[in-house]
């Protein structure tokens, strides 16, 4: 199977709960930003100190902090042999940033794969988490927005990779283990 992958998808599509299965089946670390970032911070690394500044006053880590932050992780030793990308990359310039820093390792990458849902069930989805765990983020006005800023920064990102012919698209919707077996059916034939 395919060992460096992206997992692509909207909000509320499912990526962290199927990156953490596809790791573990894999025997690769699934790699969020989001996990990075706080990972740094914890840790009073000097890349934290400037991400917590950062996200300190409300703004979001710029392009040139996050390829950094990837950069070191994919360097260290459990990434080597392969990982999975999860919230990276947001954006088309990260896309050739993650060129740059695969291509230095003498690598590439072997496939991205797209969580595809409708975006009516992610509000669905995303204000019935909110209600159940009391998150004041996921609102429905809140959650059209992220639809909207995936759909305007991140999409575009999937032309890329399948101009590529490194695209893959699985349904997202369904239950957690659907998912998961149709994503590693996927990943299994993308292998062969």
């Known amino acids: 199977m395919s060992s460096r992958l992206v997992l692509l998808g909207p909000p509320g599509a499912g990526k962290g709960t199927q990156a953490a299965r ?13 996990d990075i970032f706080r990972s740094n ?9 400037r991400v917590q500044d950062i996200t300190a006053s409300g703004a979001l880590v710029p392009d040139e ?9 994919l360097a260290q030793a459990d990434a080597v042999e392969g990982f999975l990308l999860d919230g990276y ?4 310039a990260q896309v050739a940033a993650l060129d740059e820093i695969l291509a230095a390792a003498g690598h590439e990458l072997d496939l991205a794969v797209e969580l595809t849902v409708d975006p009516q069930v992610v509000v669905d989805r995303l204000t ?3 209600q159940i765990e ?17 759909a305007e920064q991140t999409a575009p990102i999937s032309q890329v990779y399948a101009a590529r012919g490194v695209l893959v698209q699985v349904d997202g919707l369904g239950e957690v283990d659907d998912v998961t077996a149709r994503l590693l059916a996927v990943l299994s034939t993308s292998a062969s």
Do not use: C, M, Q, W
């Not at 902090?65 to 992780?73: A, G, H, I, P, Q």
């Open 89 to 92: 990359p947001r954006n088309v």
């Open 134 to 150: 009391g998150r004041a983020d996921d609102t429905e006005d809140v959650v059209r927005h992220r639809l909207g800023v995936y």
């Open 128 to 130: 019935k988490r909110a």
């Open 65 to 73: 902090l996050t390829n950094e932050l990837v950069r070191d992780r």
């Open 41 to 49: 911070i914890k840790n009073g690394t000097e890349l934290g100190r």
């Open 22 to 34: 596809l790791a573990e089946k894999l025997g690769i670390p699934a790699i969020s930003t989001g």
